[in-house]
């Protein structure tokens, strides 16, 4: 079966053709040539954007020179209501601060340490399944939040702080359903983008809330009962260089992109896996096959080769963040052209990822390609769903324990067919969704396997 792609834009539109099917989608308002094109530059009364394709490009503002790539400005305006100083949206000696306290907490060592809670998040997902027809991305978005809330503070999802969280950033994406990729808008800087009605007060109550678990936290660790969790680690944990340690304010920050990023994400990747296992049964029963001896300790992990292919090959295919966004601060030239500071770079892991001069059957699901030596580099190059460099996304190791796992946990458990007529369309809204769901049959496993 066919790997779903957005259909793309013809050439050549209109500013304003392009501007109503931006916010429709960003993927869609692309054109086709950039699966083939190593950069393509976007100009606009205000500022030029550069889509990077080139893998020598993508190295240099992301691994080679990054601190003379700042996050952009235009995408910080649109996650400030909810993400305040988050490490997600700083630039400069705050980033590095914020990121000497947290990496720490999500090494390989300690990674470990929250297999448990990942492992019982996989087990409740599991007994919550419904069987039929089934939306799988609102049950995947349920079981993300429950991971993320057990390895961070120790409670799930049912508990009634947690439960309120993910109701409430519910809502928050229902005002905001387009990842504000401003940097593709040809507004200028000074214009307001304007928050949708509720995006402002839906941010407040999110973080209402998790000011509240987070206080309650900071007293449990001062009274020396507070559980030895993700957030434990984060907030007694003191910046090398300068002996700070995170207040509550700036913490409720970190806890709001763990979460909006930890989850959304998590969630996003999943569900097209587990489509892309019922388009493909074979690869299904050899998942299922391999979880089948599973057993509870972090080590079963890494056993889980081919579920892991899976997992890499989803991510591929729809990264769930499918275009990062930097600024240039001084002048660059670009494959010969030359870059004023102040444009926007756009790195797109949804276009390398299916780059046609980079991937072997660039639309083709192979979970199998993984084993083979050729992908090395073509994954290199062309593999960027957690970008990479100094800036990596902090919960890569976390997302890759926690996807390979689920994955495995609900095949073994379950198959998941496909529903005839009900082919899920990709589009980037916070992160890339199926347009209306993916929609699956969900059928109890006897003792097959
Ligand atoms: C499949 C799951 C995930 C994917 C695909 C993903 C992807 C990404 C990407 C692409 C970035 C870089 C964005 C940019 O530079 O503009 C990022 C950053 C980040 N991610 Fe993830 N992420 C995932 C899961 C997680 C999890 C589970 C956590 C934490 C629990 C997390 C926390 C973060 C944080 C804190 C940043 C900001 C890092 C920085 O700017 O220094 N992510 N993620």
Same mark, same amino acid.
């Given at each position: 079966?066919?790997?779903?792609?957005?259909?793309?834009?013809?050439?050549?539109?209109?500013?304003?053709?392009?501007?109503? =099917?931006?916010?429709?989608?960003?993927?869609?308002?692309?054109?086709?040539?950039?699966?083939?094109?190593?950069?393509?530059?976007?100009?606009?009364?205000?500022?030029?954007?550069?889509?990077?394709?080139?893998?020598?490009?993508?190295?240099? +503002?992301?691994?080679?020179?990054?601190?003379?790539?700042?996050?952009?400005?235009?995408?910080?305006?649109?996650?400030? &209501?909810?993400?305040?100083?988050?490490?997600?949206?700083?630039?400069?000696?705050?980033?590095?601060?914020?990121?000497?306290?947290?990496?720490?907490?999500?090494?390989?060592?300690?990674?470990?340490?929250?297999?448990?809670?990942?492992?019982?998040?996989?087990?409740?997902?599991?007994?919550?399944?419904?069987?039929?027809? +089934?939306?799988?991305?609102? +049950?995947?978005?349920?079981?993300?939040?429950?991971?993320?809330?057990?390895?961070?503070?120790?409670?799930?999802?049912? $508990?009634?702080?947690?439960?309120?969280?993910?109701?409430?950033?519910?809502?928050?994406?229902?005002?905001?359903?387009?990842?504000?990729?401003?940097?593709?808008? &040809?507004?200028?800087?000074?214009? &307001?983008?304007? *928050?949708?009605?509720?995006?402002?007060?839906?941010?407040?109550?999110?973080?209402?809330?998790?000011?509240?678990?987070?206080?309650?936290?900071?007293?449990?660790?001062?009274?020396?009962?507070? &559980?030895?969790?993700?957030?434990?680690?984060?907030?007694?944990?003191? $910046?090398?260089?300068?002996?700070?340690?995170?207040?509550?304010?700036?913490?409720?920050?970190?806890?709001?992109?763990? *979460?909006?990023?930890?989850?959304?994400?998590?969630?996003?990747?999943?569900?097209?896996?587990?489509? =892309?296992?019922?388009?493909?049964? $074979?690869?299904?029963?050899?998942?299922?096959?391999?979880?089948?001896?599973?057993?509870?300790?972090?080590?079963?992990?890494?056993?889980?080769? =081919?579920?892991?292919?899976?997992?890499?090959?989803?991510?591929?295919? *729809?990264?769930?963040?499918?275009?990062?966004?930097?600024?240039?601060?001084?002048?660059?030239?670009?494959?010969?052209?030359?870059?004023?500071?102040?444009?926007?770079?756009?790195?797109?892991?949804?276009?390398?990822?299916?780059?046609?001069?980079?991937?072997? $059957?660039?639309?083709?699901?192979?979970?199998?390609?993984?084993?083979?030596?050729?992908?090395?580099?073509?994954?290199?190059?062309?593999?960027?769903?957690?970008?990479?460099?100094?800036?990596?996304?902090?919960?890569?190791?976390?997302?890759?324990?926690?996807?390979?796992?689920? =994955?495995?946990?609900?095949?073994?458990?379950?198959?998941?067919?496909?529903?005839?007529?009900?082919?899920?369309?990709?589009?980037?809204?916070?992160?890339?969704?199926?347009?209306?769901?993916?929609?699956?049959?969900?059928?109890?496993?006897?003792?097959?396997?």
């Amino acid at each position: 079966m066919k790997v779903p792609k957005p259909e793309p834009r013809p050439d050549r539109v209109s500013w304003w053709r392009y501007l109503r =099917l931006f916010r429709q989608d960003i993927l869609s308002a692309q054109p086709a040539r950039l699966y083939r094109a190593w950069m393509a530059e976007f100009r606009t009364p205000f500022f030029r954007s550069y889509m990077c394709n080139d893998p020598a490009l993508v190295r240099r +503002v992301l691994q080679e020179r990054p601190d003379d790539f700042p996050k952009s400005g235009r995408v910080r305006e649109g996650l400030e &209501p909810l993400l305040g100083q988050s490490v997600f949206v700083t630039n400069g000696e705050q980033w590095k601060r914020q990121r000497r306290i947290i990496d720490p907490a999500f090494e390989g060592g300690r990674l470990r340490d929250t297999f448990p809670a990942m492992w019982a998040a996989g087990e409740a997902a599991v007994a919550r399944m419904p069987e039929g027809v +089934v939306e799988v991305e609102e +049950v995947c978005s349920h079981a993300a939040a429950d991971v993320i809330f057990r390895t961070l503070f120790s409670i799930p999802i049912e $508990d009634r702080d947690a439960t309120a969280v993910f109701h409430a950033f519910r809502a928050y994406q229902r005002t905001q359903p387009i990842l504000n990729l401003a940097a593709f808008l &040809p507004l200028p800087r000074w214009m &307001p983008r304007g *928050f949708r009605r509720g995006t402002r007060a839906a941010a407040a109550e999110i973080r209402r809330l998790i000011t509240a678990i987070t206080a309650r936290r900071a007293e449990e660790i001062a009274a020396g009962i507070a &559980p030895d969790d993700l957030a434990t680690k984060i907030m007694v944990m003191a $910046d090398p260089v300068t002996g700070a340690r995170f207040g509550t304010e700036e913490m409720v920050d970190q806890v709001a992109i763990f *979460f909006l990023a930890g989850h959304e994400t998590s969630a996003s990747a999943l569900g097209w896996a587990l489509w =892309l296992l019922a388009a493909h049964p $074979d690869v299904q029963e050899r998942v299922a096959a391999e979880a089948a001896g599973m057993m509870a300790e972090f080590s079963a992990l890494s056993r889980l080769r =081919l579920t892991r292919d899976v997992f890499r090959e989803a991510l591929r295919l *729809f990264p769930p963040v499918p275009m990062m966004v930097r600024e240039t601060t001084c002048p660059e030239e670009f494959r010969g052209r030359q870059v004023a500071p102040g444009a926007q770079v756009v790195l797109s892991s949804w276009h390398l990822g299916r780059h046609e001069r980079i991937w072997s $059957d660039p639309d083709g699901f192979d979970p199998d390609r993984w084993a083979r030596e050729e992908t090395k580099v073509q994954a290199r190059d062309g593999w960027l769903p957690f970008s990479a460099g100094p800036r990596v996304c902090t919960g890569a190791g976390f997302a890759m324990a926690e996807g390979v796992l689920l =994955l495995a946990m609900l095949c073994r458990a379950f198959r998941f067919e496909v529903v005839e007529g009900r082919v899920p369309v990709p589009v980037a809204h916070l992160t890339v969704r199926a347009k209306d769901g993916v929609w699956l049959r969900v059928v109890r496993r006897g003792g097959e396997i």
